[in-house]
């Protein structure tokens, strides 16, 4: 499985889960000193490995240089950020800001917002909201009236059931009811009794009906007067005219509550009460009042991004302050160290602290001879310590600013000096000032090293450093020339074709930014990469000579 990630000097690179046993890569080399080296080996089989241990170191050097960020990247990659940063807020502030207020005025704008527009649609006179109360509840045609008509209307079935004329009605049921009873009556009576006998029952009876008729049919005719009187329209107190008056009543106390016309009604009431909170909405939703809500919404958002802001620059001006501290510290001591002194006591002393840190032995022989006879051909020496991988093999120095000296001359000088001082690897430092013209910053012929050094210039002791660091791998290399260490000298020596390569690239670089000042910023870039993978290859030739140190016995 691959898996993208990001290297820090190449940009995106993909990691391999599980790497596959065999990747077939065909290439095709174009740089001279690659080809130069590859024909140093027979072809087949030997160039073949001696290539891919030259792609494995190149690959292995690459994984260790990611992440590594020199003091000059830090603070250019800081300034960049900060930019960046103060950038993005102050857009993200504007958008917030425009954004916010467009949405709030987009739903609550008194003139245009959607919330007063639906709250004026709702609640206006023939609106939404009146329009279906009238549907429901309205004097004429609404749902309520329709459903009042059809059970007590003109044409209700109760009416229909009550009207006199109705032959189904219920005044013509109970007078057929009521004729029938007396018929059959009639008839029995007329059966069981005779009207020929004056003693007979009927007889009796009609007497008895005779002198009762009068009252009775007066009882009969009031009842079924106060059962019609009941369900009469005509007066004011009967059982239906107080049904229908409690009707009317409840239809006219509901349209007075839900009528706009009256203040005291309970749509009016409701209609002042959204009356309000639209305008405590609006009060507290607009820009115009410094205590509304938004307002002082907007006064706390301006103050965190203008905290936020303070903050930002607080931090960039103290990463610059901090960063321009270092600088002038380091060349006040640098300048409190070299001012006034030799170029060869200037070579002497860089090379004492880095012997020392490294744990080897400088020692400055100048002025004293060697083993060819009345010489003092060779500055200094370094004696790799005990504890390296290399213990007691000699590194000469040889340390000139004088403009008679060029590359020919100098190559004579270092051989002499190597020889003199029993070295095993020489360098010649050119200084910056009196150097040749053309002069590579650093340069290796066989076993003999030729550095451009300027002792003003800070950025130049990386290339310095390099080229003692590349004289401690060549005297490992010629040690362990005859073991089977093969693959941390495949380390050394890709590590050494890398800081030529690149110390050839760093000269360039700074060569482009002296001269072209419309390409400064992105050649100053490459500059510090340069310098940046020079110190690179510098760890890994110590992690590649404290590997060697581990299998190296102690001479005696």
């Given at each position: 499985m ?10 995106p ?5 599980e790497p596959?046993t ?22 087949g089989?030997?160039?073949d ?6 792609l ?11 992440g ?6 830090v603070?250019?990659?800081?300034e ?7 950038h ?9 800001h425009?954004?916010l ?19 004026e649609r709702?609640?206006k006179?023939?609106?939404?909201l ?6 429901q509840?309205g ?50 009576v ?5 009207l020929?006998s ?32 009941e ?32 203040e ?22 607009t820009?115009d ?5 938004l ?11 203008e ?7 607080k931090?960039q ?5 901090t ?49 060819i006879?009345?010489?003092k051909?060779?500055?200094a ?6 504890e390296s ?44 000032k ?8 650093l ?17 130049s002791d ?8 590349l004289?401690r ?40 930014t ?17 310098q ?25």
């Open positions: 691959i898996l993208p990630t990001e290297d820090c000097l190449n940009g690179v993909l990691t391999v889960s596959p065999v990747l077939y890569l065909p290439l095709q080399v174009t740089d001279t000193d690659s080809i130069a080296e590859l024909l140093l080996h027979t072809e089989r030997g160039r490995e001696y290539a891919l241990s030259a494995r170191i190149g690959l292995l050097s690459l994984k260790h240089a990611r590594q960020v020199d003091a000059d990247a603070r250019r990659e800081g960049k950020l900060l930019a960046e940063l103060n993005s807020l102050e857009g993200y502030r504007k958008q917030l425009e954004q207020a467009g949405a709030l005025r987009e739903y609550f704008d008194p003139n245009s917002g959607r919330l007063p527009e639906r709250i709702l609640i006179k023939d609106g939404e009146d329009q279906v109360l009238r549907g509840i004097s004429e045609g609404s749902e309520l009236v329709r459903t009042l008509a059809s059970f007590i209307g003109p044409n209700s079935v109760l009416m229909k059931t009550l009207d006199p004329a109705d032959s189904q009605g219920l005044v013509s049921t109970l007078q057929r009811s009521v004729e029938g009873v007396l018929e059959t009556q009639r008839n029995l007329l059966e069981e009794f005779s020929d004056k003693d007979s029952a009927l007889s009796r009876m009609i007497r008895e009906i005779t002198e009762q008729s009068g009252k009775l049919r007066g009882d009969l005719a009031s009842e079924v007067q106060a059962v019609v009187g369900f009469s329209l005509d007066k004011p107190d009967s059982a239906l005219s107080r049904l229908l008056n409690k009707v009317e009543e409840a239809q006219r106390r509901i349209t007075e509550e839900f009528s706009l016309d009256n005291k009604s309970a749509l009016s009431r409701m209609s002042g009460h959204l009356e309000q909170t639209r305008n405590a909405i609006n009060e507290s939703l820009l009042k410094p205590e509304s809500a307002a002082r919404l907007r006064r706390e958002i301006t103050d965190t991004l905290r936020h802001e303070h903050q930002a620059k931090f001006n103290e990463v610059t302050a960063l321009e501290a270092i600088k002038t510290k380091r060349e006040e001591a640098r300048r409190s160290t070299v001012h006034g002194r030799e170029f060869e006591d200037m070579v002497f002393e860089f090379i004492q602290r880095g012997a020392q840190r490294l744990g080897d032995m400088p020692l400055a022989t100048g002025d004293t001879t060697g083993a006879k009345y010489c051909v060779g500055d020496i370094i004696e790799m310590g005990s991988a290399a213990p007691g093999q000699r590194i000469v120095i040889e340390a000139k600013e004088d403009a008679s000296y060029n590359l020919g001359k100098a190559r004579i000088e270092i051989e002499t000096a190597r020889k003199n001082r029993g070295a095993s690897v020489g360098v010649f430092v050119f200084s910056k009196s150097a040749p013209i053309g002069q590579e910053p340069l290796r012929h066989g076993d003999d090293l030729f550095v451009t050094w300027d002792a003003d210039d800070l950025n990386v290339i310095f450093q390099a080229g003692i660091s004289a791998a060549l005297c490992v290399r010629q040690q362990r020339s005859h073991q089977a260490e093969s693959a941390n000298l495949h380390d050394l020596d890709a590590a050494i074709l890398a800081i030529e390569a690149e110390a050839k690239r760093l000269a360039q670089m700074k060569s482009w002296e001269t072209i000042h419309s390409n400064s910023e992105r050649l100053m870039r490459e500059v510090s990469k340069m940046k993978s020079l110190e690179e290859q510098v760890e890994v030739l110590r992690n590649g000579v404290s590997g060697l140190r581990e299998t190296t016995p102690t001479n005696s």
